[in-house]
């Protein structure tokens, strides 16, 4: 479920398929869609996310492309174990931002955010 936290961040509560590709196809499309300057931060909270398809793998890989390329962050939180343990074995641990959960992902983008010049 997508809830806009606040005018500049959006949470992705996220579960199993077939709702974590149907999420992450919202996200991506809203990401995709919106006006420059007017994408939000994302904060996925996979909890309830149990395994992780490579279909699901690339779908994060480009919601990250795309938040990069607006100059925007992406934050996954509460991260399985299993699923933590699919994303070291592909070397994807080392392109995620992961948070413990939702708060401290909450937090640190918008610590990330007051600390730019422009405070955007």
């Known amino acids: 479920m997508l809830t806009d936290w606040s005018e500049d961040i959006v949470v992705v509560e996220l579960a199993d398929d ?22 939000p931060h994302v904060v996925l909270n996979m909890s309830l ?5 490579s279909s699901n793998l690339a779908q994060l890989i480009r919601l990250r492309k795309l938040l990069t390329e607006a100059g925007r ?14 994303m070291m074995v592909t070397g994807l641990d080392k392109l995620f ?7 401290t ?6 610590l990330d955010s007051s600390a730019e010049p422009n405070g955007a």
Do not use: H
Not at 18 to 38: F, H, K, N, Y
Not at 74 to 85: E, F, G
Not at 97 to 103: G, I, K, N
């Open 49 to 53: 996310v149990g395994y992780i398809k």
């Open 18 to 39: 077939p709702q974590l590709s149907d999420e992450l196809t919202a996200i991506i499309d809203r990401v995709a869609e919106s006006e420059t300057g007017a994408t």
């Open 73 to 86: 962050a992406l934050r996954l939180c509460s991260v399985d174990d299993r699923v933590w343990s699919v």
């Open 105 to 110: 992902a909450l937090a640190s983008i918008q």
């Open 97 to 103: 931002e992961v948070s413990p959960d939702p708060m």
